[in-house]
């Protein structure tokens, strides 16, 4: 069984956007709403800043905080690849996965009354496709792939650099990872 995860690369970022145009159209996500969002960042004290621009959207945690509080169990993590998915038939809309997720990767879908979120394309991986925005990414900064395959983008990038997850403390075990363009400002 695949235990999918993707690594972000930030020195390949330039920002482009084209990761959130393409989840946007792939999957229908409403107007002022998205699956995936970009961040600015800035660190230090002048003159001494950094910016940085980090790429987010759900986390597909293996101790999904989401899941465990969703009370019509709507939200789940799918046992074959790790996959956290919702079952929009059984979700009402109460909002409890969103003040769960520590890393704010849930919306509620006004159109359709239900939490909404990343799912890394499930239905293009089904079909042995990458998720949209990866497909997209102009600087090959975001790989995808499965974590127990060796040969995989994602565990060569893992094995070849430093990388960190998101709120690590948070204890929620993310299959997001970045490699980071630069280390902490001095």
Do not use: W
Not at 115 to 128: L, N, Y
């Amino acid at each position: 069984m695949p235990k999918y995860a993707m690594v972000i690369d930030q020195r390949r970022c330039v920002a482009c956007m084209a990761c959130v145009v393409a989840c946007k159209k792939e999957n229908e996500v409403p107007p002022e709403q998205y699956r995936t969002r970009v961040v600015e960042k800035t660190e230090g004290e002048f003159p001494l800043l950094r910016m940085e621009l980090r790429s987010e959207l759900c986390n597909h945690c293996d101790n999904p905080p989401c899941v465990y509080n969703c009370p019509t169990g709507a939200s789940y993590k799918r046992k074959e690849d790790g996959l956290v998915l919702l079952k929009k038939y059984r979700c009402v809309g109460c909002k409890s996965c969103l003040a769960a997720c520590p890393y704010d990767a849930r919306y509620i879908n006004e159109e359709k009354g239900y939490a909404d979120k990343c799912t890394f394309c499930e239905h293009r991986i089904k079909e042995g496709k990458e998720p949209a925005c990866v497909a997209t990414c102009i600087g090959r900064s975001r790989m995808f792939g499965d974590l127990d395959d060796p040969k995989s983008s994602v565990s060569i990038a893992l094995r070849e650099n430093h990388a960190e997850v998101l709120l690590q403390a948070a204890g929620t075990k993310p299959r997001v990872y970045y490699i980071k363009r630069f280390g902490k400002p001095e």
